[in-house]
């Protein structure tokens, strides 16, 4: 291995009796249970109004007229936005190159032309002195549209479909080949041939998008954003709005969620900024829930087919993928799904493609696990269709195929321990008393099912920087600019600084969610435990460096010309490696030399930057580790009972495990919470969630929490989580993986396959409602 | 949503004169459905007249049957213990509605005027003849998995979403309108919600100048032994696909009385009194059930993505029926 850095396993082995790992409270549960944490549309500043968006009733055509006269009358209206009167931006994302240099996810920013592009487009922002004046002001807008017939989607017979180079904005090729699959699959003797479809699915997270914007000056901005990046959303800003960066200002104290939607910058922000530029005073804008399924992005409609060529005992041979899904009339995003086919098992063939087709909706985004979460219910279940075809246990097919190495480039992994994953779950579950057979399992009037899926995630290339302060009476401030989208990330944080710098976690205060504090990525692709903490271990090191040569120059300190290479630290103290009795603790060193506080910097690096001991260059800068010796990734496998009712076709799950192994796991109540959390939205995926877009008008017809189905509590039965310990070096400093979105990858999976067990029919077709599994029974 | 002024009233006579006054001012009561419509533009009321402080109050046991006042929340008229012994099916049909928190908001006589949750009534952008008469109806070739396959018409296919209604349905329930002139009349349920026909605008037969006083309920054998079966996408707080009120007054092995009502696939809370009528004199048996099942469907006219409906909801009269007699 060639890091460069030390390691959090060096200084915090075992027995050492730190705080990392513990199952803390939330250290912001108490503001947040109180109210006193602030989100984004929460900030009451001097002078403030208040942004309603008015959205296009159609999904194609063209303003024709737009009479704002009636809603400018009505009393407290300060302004009102269309295209004609948006003040003028330096860039927008409507070309390729601004699109780019912005980072924007989508390719057109409404306001600023007359073409309507999809329903729930936004064609005026009503400024007033209240929230329910502006409501009421936005219903007086008269907006005439020259209506055209639009596209609805990939399945529309007026769409074409077309073959993009690149996917997932030019981050994932369009096609890959591994070895001759065609061959391979013509020649397997046994083939599978299955398509597999996924609804529409929106994010939902609890907060909507929301901004409060605040010129400061004519050229400097503040904006108080729900975002999942600040730093991300300050660059689109200050792009857009021709600034230099440090004049855009951004704030994220609190997220009342995210799950990808938040991971970009959406319209509403910048029209919010622009509102507030036009009415010289701060403006809020806050999504309505409707606008939710229309403002931030969603998980694309999409086909997947995939065929399976396995040898007679079970082994794997050819996997070939195709992709088919919606895009916008802009941009080819379609979730990357070929990458976890491509990865799972050892298979010695491979070959994917994606077809796309431009229809009039927004651009979909990354929704949690993108690519994984759809691209693991297909291998899951045609996996599972093997193992029932060749009368193999779906666990045992799966050890069969176990992937020892990265198939897709043959390194070595950086750590795996999918097997004991497998064993742990199996042994919690009780799967040894499954059932070999199919629709077998009668309780009452239901069927009961038994299913299990594998899970995987990337440990995407990231870095970010932490800032240590260290006072002489033994308290800490430690800043990052990294967001908690309400996981854990400050509890965690303050956890990492507590045993980074020998102190208790109460000492600590950790600030993060400004632009201010120094860079940290976007809390996306499960990149932020691992990098904000490793950048906090690190910024702890640049002060015990610090201090270690101030003790070694400083006549009064037991180490007193020591080399610092001898002087180790552990819980505070600076001491000799060789004979540990010899030294000092970090207050009394500091209080002799009157210093009152001490800095530290840190840059923490996540996957093959570190690895291979340099920067990972720009943050964001996806998934990279085939640089570095190792592949890295996150394992886990979910097991599931579900009980079906073989009349309607209600089913229920009733019982859930799910083990994963993702590096250090940095607390063990909120990591099994996020565990829980993404498997129930798995589950909702699987069983409930779908947004219906209207086949002639292309305008979602449940656009509401009361029609979008998402779990409640009496879907869901008592969950059992558990961790595969795991110390992986090559990962960062403090080998820690992330768990955000393994959480959710082959969740459906592992549904679909128990519905199968116990009703011994396949449905390919998420979410699998009633309808669904009472038809299958039927025939 | 619009700016809206409101007004409590003291007394019936005082709410329906502002309303009589003011034909577009609306009444509210829990606010649950109201306040939602308002919100989506669907509805635009220029006043609200709160009746929660009228005295049309209780839960009463009557001569011949059950009184509810129309201003009694959902969660305590489910509860209640008369309504739990005598009237099951009312109970269980609440208990399964909505959530806790609306069923604490929500009244009687609100919840028997809630509207269709059509995803296109409720969004004013889209074409739809009951929110806008003539402008279309989109549902037919669009999203109509949620949408009634009895009843419907050319102009409309919404279904009558409630649970409740369903019940009383099917145990001959009265409702007790008052007009201006405190003049009372007695609706039975059954006539009180109307089929669209060319007039889906049109849901039920009260006067703009009339307000829901209470609700009886007639004492029966078929009422003490009855059940609710409702069948939805997720196990609480959601709508039904289907549903499945049903009574059934057993002696001797015969058939005295049977009541069957379905919810989620009529236009209206659908009673089924063909399938009743196959049903006196019978033995309580698994096969006179589905020929029950059957009739209660006869001329459904399903769409696309309804089609299944036809289907659940007889086996949900079956189960119904089963679990009654089990
Ligand atoms: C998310 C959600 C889920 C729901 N799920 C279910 C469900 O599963 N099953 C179910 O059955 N229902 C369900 N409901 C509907 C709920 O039961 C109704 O909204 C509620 O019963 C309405 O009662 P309310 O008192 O709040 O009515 P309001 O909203 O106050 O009034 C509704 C209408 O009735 C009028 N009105 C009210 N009282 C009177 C009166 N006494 N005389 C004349 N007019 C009157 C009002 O003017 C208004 O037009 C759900 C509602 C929501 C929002
Ligand atoms: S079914 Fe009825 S409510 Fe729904 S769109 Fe058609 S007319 Fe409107």
Same mark, same amino acid.
């Given at each position: 291995?060639?890091?460069?850095?030390?390691?959090?396993?060096?200084?915090?082995?075992?027995?050492?009796?730190?705080?990392?790992?513990?199952?803390?409270?939330?250290?912001?549960?108490?503001?947040?249970?109180?109210?006193?944490?602030?989100?984004?549309?929460?900030?009451?500043?001097?002078?403030?109004?208040?942004?309603?968006?008015?959205?296009?009733?159609?999904?194609?055509?063209?303003?024709?007229?737009?009479?704002?006269?009636?809603?400018?009358?009505?009393?407290?209206?300060?302004?009102?936005?269309?295209?004609?009167?948006?003040?003028?931006?330096?860039?927008?994302?409507?070309?390729?190159?601004?699109?780019?240099?912005?980072?924007?996810?989508?390719?057109?920013?409404?306001?600023?032309?007359?073409? @309507?592009?999809?329903?729930?487009?936004?064609?005026?922002?009503?400024?007033?002195?209240?929230?329910?004046?502006?409501?009421?002001?936005?219903?007086?807008?008269?907006?005439?549209?020259?209506?055209?017939?639009?596209?609805?989607?990939?399945?529309?017979?007026?769409?074409?479909?077309?073959?993009?180079?690149?996917?997932?904005?030019?981050?994932?090729?369009?096609?890959?080949?591994?070895?001759?699959?065609?061959?391979?699959?013509?020649?397997?003797?046994?083939?599978? =041939?299955?398509?597999?479809?996924?609804? @529409?699915?929106?994010?939902?997270?609890?907060?909507?998008?929301?901004?409060?914007?605040?010129?400061?000056?004519?050229?400097?901005?503040?904006?108080?954003?729900?975002?999942?990046?600040?730093?991300?959303?300050?660059?689109?800003?200050?792009?857009?709005?021709?600034?230099?960066?440090?004049?855009?200002?951004?704030?994220?104290?609190?997220?009342?969620?995210?799950?990808?939607?938040?991971?970009?910058?959406?319209?509403?922000?910048?029209?919010?900024?622009?509102?507030?530029?036009?009415?010289?005073?701060?403006?809020?804008?806050?999504?309505?829930?409707?606008?939710?399924?229309?403002?931030?992005?969603?998980?694309?409609?999409?086909?997947?087919?995939? $065929?399976?060529?396995?040898?007679?005992?079970?082994?794997?041979?050819?996997?070939?993928?195709?992709?088919?899904?919606?895009?916008?009339?802009?941009?080819?995003?379609?979730?990357?799904?070929?990458?976890?086919?491509?990865?799972?098992?050892?298979?010695?063939?491979?070959?994917?493609?994606?077809?796309?087709?431009?229809?009039?909706?927004?651009?979909?985004?990354?929704?949690?696990?993108?690519?994984?979460?759809?691209? +693991?219910?297909?291998?899951?279940?045609?996996?599972?269709?093997?193992?029932?075809?060749?009368?193999?246990?779906?666990?045992?097919?799966?050890?069969?195929?176990?992937?020892?190495?990265?198939?897709?480039?043959? $390194?070595?992994?950086?750590?795996?321990?999918?097997?004991?994953?497998?064993?742990?779950?199996?042994?919690? %579950?009780?799967?040894?008393?499954?059932?070999? &057979?199919?629709?077998?399992?009668?309780?009452?009037?239901?069927?009961?099912?038994?299913?299990?899926?594998?899970?995987?995630?990337?440990?995407?290339?990231?870095?970010?920087?932490?800032?240590?302060?260290?006072?002489?009476?033994?308290?800490?401030?430690?800043?990052?600019?990294?967001?908690?989208?309400?996981?854990?990330?400050?509890?965690?944080?303050?956890? !990492?600084?507590?045993?980074?710098?020998?102190?208790?976690?109460?000492?600590?205060?950790?600030?993060?969610?400004?632009?201010?504090?120094?860079?940290?990525?976007?809390?996306?692709?499960?990149?932020?435990?691992?990098?904000?903490?490793?950048?906090?271990?690190?910024?702890?090191?640049?002060?015990?460096? $610090?201090?270690?040569?101030?003790?070694?120059?400083?006549?009064?300190?037991?180490?007193?010309?020591?080399?610092?290479?001898?002087?180790?630290?552990?819980?505070?103290?600076?001491?000799?490696?060789?004979?540990?009795?010899?030294?000092?603790?970090?207050?009394?060193?500091?209080?002799?030399?009157?210093?009152?506080?001490?800095?530290?910097?840190?840059?923490? $690096?996540?996957?093959?930057?570190?690895?291979?001991?340099?920067?990972?260059?720009?943050?964001?800068?996806?998934?990279?580790?085939?640089?570095?010796?190792?592949?890295?990734?996150?394992?886990?496998?979910?097991?599931?009972?579900?009980?079906?009712?073989?009349?309607?076709? =209600?089913?229920?799950?009733?019982?859930?495990?799910?083990?994963?192994?993702?590096?250090?796991?940095?607390?063990?109540?909120?990591?099994?919470?996020?565990?829980?959390?993404?498997?129930?939205?798995?589950?909702?995926?699987?069983?409930?969630?779908?947004?219906?877009?209207?086949?002639?008008?292309?305008?979602?017809?449940?656009? +509401?929490?009361?029609?979008?189905?998402?779990?409640?509590?009496?879907?869901?039965?008592?969950?059992?989580?558990? /961790?595969?310990?795991?110390?992986?070096?090559?990962?960062?400093?403090?080998?820690?993986?992330?768990?955000?979105?393994?959480?959710?990858?082959?969740?459906?999976?592992?549904?679909?396959?128990?519905?199968?067990?116990?009703?011994?029919?396949?449905?390919?077709?998420?979410?699998?409602?009633?309808?669904?599994?009472?038809?299958?029974?039927?025939? | 949503?619009?700016?809206?002024?409101?007004?409590?009233?003291?007394?019936?006579?005082?709410?329906?004169?502002?309303?009589?006054? &003011?034909?577009?001012?609306?009444?509210?009561?829990?606010?649950?459905?109201?306040?939602?419509?308002?919100?989506?533009?669907?509805?635009?009321?220029?006043?609200?007249?709160?009746?929660?402080?009228?005295?049309?109050?209780?839960?009463?046991?009557?001569?011949?049957?059950?009184?509810?006042?129309?201003?009694?929340?959902?969660?305590?008229?489910?509860?209640?213990?008369?309504?739990?012994?005598?009237?099951?099916?009312?109970?269980?049909?609440?208990?399964? +509605?909505?959530?806790?928190?609306?069923?604490?908001?929500?009244?009687?006589?609100?919840?028997?005027?809630?509207?269709?949750?059509?995803?296109?009534?409720?969004?004013?952008?889209?074409?739809?003849?009951?929110?806008?008469?003539?402008?279309?109806?989109?549902?037919?070739?669009?999203?109509?998995?949620?949408?009634?396959?009895?009843?419907? +018409?050319?102009?409309?296919?919404?279904?009558?979403?409630?649970?409740?209604?369903?019940?009383?349905?099917?145990?001959?329930?009265?409702?007790?309108?008052?007009?201006?002139?405190?003049?009372?009349?007695?609706?039975?349920?059954?006539?009180?919600?109307?089929?669209?026909? =060319?007039?889906?605008?049109?849901?039920?037969?009260?006067?703009?100048?009339?307000?829901?006083?209470?609700?009886?309920?007639?004492?029966?054998?078929?009422?003490?032994?009855?059940?609710?079966?409702? !069948?939805?996408?997720?196990?609480?707080?959601? /709508?039904?696909?289907?549903?499945?009120?049903?009574?059934?007054?057993?002696?001797?092995?015969?058939?005295?009385?049977?009541?069957?009502?379905?919810?989620?696939?009529?236009?209206?809370?659908?009673?089924?009194?063909?399938?009743?009528?196959?049903?006196?004199?019978?033995?309580?048996?698994?096969?006179? /059930?589905?020929?029950?099942?059957?009739?209660?469907?006869?001329?459904?006219?399903?769409?696309?993505?309804?089609? %299944?409906?036809?289907?659940?909801?007889? &086996?949900?009269?079956?189960?119904?029926?089963?679990?009654?007699?089990?």
């Amino acid at each position: 291995m060639d890091t460069t850095e030390p390691a959090f396993f060096e200084t915090n082995g075992p027995g050492t009796g730190g705080v990392v790992g513990l199952p803390l409270d939330r250290v912001d549960g108490f503001a947040k249970v109180t109210g006193q944490a602030k989100y984004s549309a929460e900030y009451k500043l001097p002078g403030l109004t208040y942004g309603v968006l008015r959205t296009s009733e159609i999904a194609r055509g063209k303003i024709q007229s737009i009479d704002t006269t009636a809603a400018a009358k009505e009393p407290g209206v300060i302004a009102i936005l269309t295209h004609l009167n948006l003040p003028k931006l330096a860039k927008t994302p409507n070309d390729a190159e601004g699109k780019k240099a912005i980072g924007a996810p989508m390719g057109f920013l409404p306001l600023t032309s007359d073409q @309507i592009h999809y329903a729930g487009q936004p064609v005026a922002l009503v400024v007033a002195d209240t929230y329910d004046r502006a409501v009421h002001a936005a219903t007086l807008v008269r907006v005439q549209y020259a209506t055209e017939k639009p596209i609805v989607s990939f399945l529309d017979p007026k769409a074409q479909l077309f073959d993009p180079l690149k996917v997932q904005d030019g981050k994932t090729p369009g096609h890959t080949k591994r070895g001759n699959a065609q061959e391979a699959f013509a020649a397997a003797p046994v083939q599978l =041939t299955a398509t597999y479809e996924h609804a @529409i699915n929106h994010h939902n997270p609890m907060e909507p998008g929301a901004t409060t914007a605040v010129w400061e000056a004519a050229d400097r901005l503040t904006v108080y954003e729900s975002t999942q990046g600040v730093t991300r959303t300050q660059k689109a800003l200050s792009t857009m709005l021709g600034l230099p960066t440090e004049q855009v200002r951004v704030i994220t104290k609190y997220l009342g969620g995210g799950f990808g939607c938040k991971g970009s910058s959406w319209p509403h922000t910048i029209l919010t900024v622009q509102a507030a530029k036009a009415v010289g005073r701060p403006v809020r804008l806050s999504l309505t829930r409707p606008q939710m399924f229309t403002g931030m992005g969603h998980r694309e409609d999409q086909h997947q087919t995939l $065929k399976l060529g396995a040898t007679k005992d079970g082994k794997l041979t050819a996997l070939i993928h195709e992709k088919t899904s919606t895009t916008s009339p802009w941009d080819n995003y379609a979730e990357p799904n070929s990458r976890i086919i491509n990865l799972l098992y050892a298979c010695p063939t491979f070959e994917s493609t994606y077809q796309l087709a431009r229809a009039n909706v927004m651009t979909s985004t990354f929704t949690r696990a993108p690519g994984e979460a759809p691209g +693991s219910f297909a291998i899951e279940c045609s996996m599972d269709d093997l193992a029932y075809q060749l009368g193999i246990d779906p666990l045992q097919i799966r050890l069969l195929n176990y992937a020892d190495k990265d198939p897709t480039n043959g $390194k070595p992994w950086s750590s795996k321990s999918l097997k004991q994953c497998y064993a742990r779950g199996a042994e919690l %579950f009780g799967w040894s008393k499954r059932n070999p &057979k199919a629709g077998m399992t009668r309780q009452g009037r239901y069927l009961i099912g038994w299913g299990m899926a594998t899970a995987s995630y990337p440990v995407h290339n990231n870095q970010g920087t932490a800032r240590v302060r260290l006072y002489a009476d033994g308290h800490a401030v430690v800043q990052t600019g990294a967001t908690d989208l309400g996981t854990g990330t400050y509890t965690v944080m303050t956890q !990492v600084a507590a045993d980074s710098l020998g102190i208790a976690p109460d000492k600590v205060r950790f600030e993060l969610g400004d632009t201010q504090l120094p860079t940290a990525p976007n809390s996306g692709g499960s990149v932020a435990a691992g990098t904000v903490s490793s950048s906090i271990y690190m910024a702890a090191q640049d002060v015990w460096q $610090k201090l270690t040569k101030l003790a070694v120059q400083d006549s009064k300190s037991p180490l007193y010309r020591a080399k610092a290479a001898d002087v180790v630290v552990e819980k505070g103290r600076l001491m000799l490696k060789t004979d540990k009795t010899k030294g000092e603790d970090f207050m009394a060193l500091m209080k002799r030399a009157e210093m009152a506080d001490i800095e530290g910097m840190g840059n923490g $690096k996540y996957g093959a930057g570190y690895e291979t001991g340099r920067a990972a260059g720009p943050a964001d800068s996806g998934h990279q580790d085939d640089k570095g010796g190792h592949s890295m990734h996150s394992f886990g496998a979910h097991f599931c009972e579900v009980r079906v009712d073989p009349e309607v076709g =209600t089913v229920r799950v009733t019982r859930w495990v799910s083990v994963h192994a993702a590096g250090r796991i940095l607390n063990a109540k909120t990591a099994r919470s996020q565990i829980i959390g993404g498997s129930i939205f798995g589950i909702g995926a699987a069983l409930m969630e779908e947004t219906f877009r209207d086949p002639n008008l292309a305008r979602y017809t449940n656009a +509401s929490l009361g029609e979008y189905h998402i779990p409640v509590n009496a879907d869901i039965p008592d969950m059992t989580v558990e /961790f595969i310990e795991e110390h992986d070096p090559y990962i960062n400093a403090m080998g820690v993986k992330g768990i955000g979105e393994i959480s959710m990858v082959g969740v459906s999976a592992a549904v679909a396959n128990a519905i199968f067990h116990a009703t011994g029919k396949r449905i390919r077709s998420l979410p699998i409602t009633p309808d669904k599994v009472m038809n299958s029974l039927a025939v | 949503m619009n700016n809206f002024s409101y007004t409590p009233a003291a007394t019936a006579k005082e709410a329906i004169g502002i309303r009589k006054d &003011k034909k577009d001012a609306a009444y509210i009561a829990g606010g649950t459905t109201l306040l939602d419509l308002m919100k989506a533009n669907v509805e635009q009321h220029p006043q609200l007249v709160d009746i929660n402080m009228l005295p049309f109050k209780g839960i009463q046991e009557t001569t011949d049957g059950l009184r509810i006042g129309s201003m009694e929340r959902m969660s305590d008229v489910g509860e209640n213990a008369l309504v739990v012994q005598q009237y099951p099916v009312i109970s269980e049909a609440l208990l399964l +509605s909505a959530s806790p928190q609306l069923r604490n908001m929500a009244s009687i006589g609100g919840n028997l005027l809630q509207r269709t949750r059509c995803g296109y009534f409720r969004d004013p952008a889209f074409p739809c003849n009951k929110r806008n008469p003539g402008s279309g109806c989109p549902a037919q070739q669009g999203d109509n998995r949620n949408l009634a396959i009895l009843g419907t +018409s050319e102009a409309c296919i919404a279904t009558n979403p409630g649970d409740l209604a369903v019940a009383l349905v099917a145990l001959d329930a009265v409702v007790t309108l008052e007009n201006a002139k405190g003049k009372q009349r007695r609706v039975p349920l059954l006539d009180f919600h109307l089929l669209p026909g =060319t007039t889906p605008q049109r849901e039920t037969v009260i006067e703009p100048d009339e307000l829901i006083v209470a609700v009886t309920v007639p004492a029966a054998a078929h009422a003490r032994k009855s059940h609710y079966v409702k !069948v939805r996408d997720r196990a609480s707080y959601a /709508f039904a696909l289907v549903s499945a009120a049903v009574g059934l007054d057993v002696q001797g092995g015969q058939i005295r009385s049977a009541r069957i009502a379905l919810g989620g696939v009529g236009t209206k809370p659908w009673r089924a009194q063909e399938a009743e009528k196959l049903l006196i004199g019978k033995p309580a048996t698994e096969e006179n /059930f589905r020929a029950a099942a059957a009739a209660a469907v006869r001329g459904a006219q399903p769409r696309e993505h309804n089609r %299944f409906k036809v289907e659940m909801v007889q &086996k949900t009269v079956v189960q119904a029926l089963q679990e009654l007699m089990a």
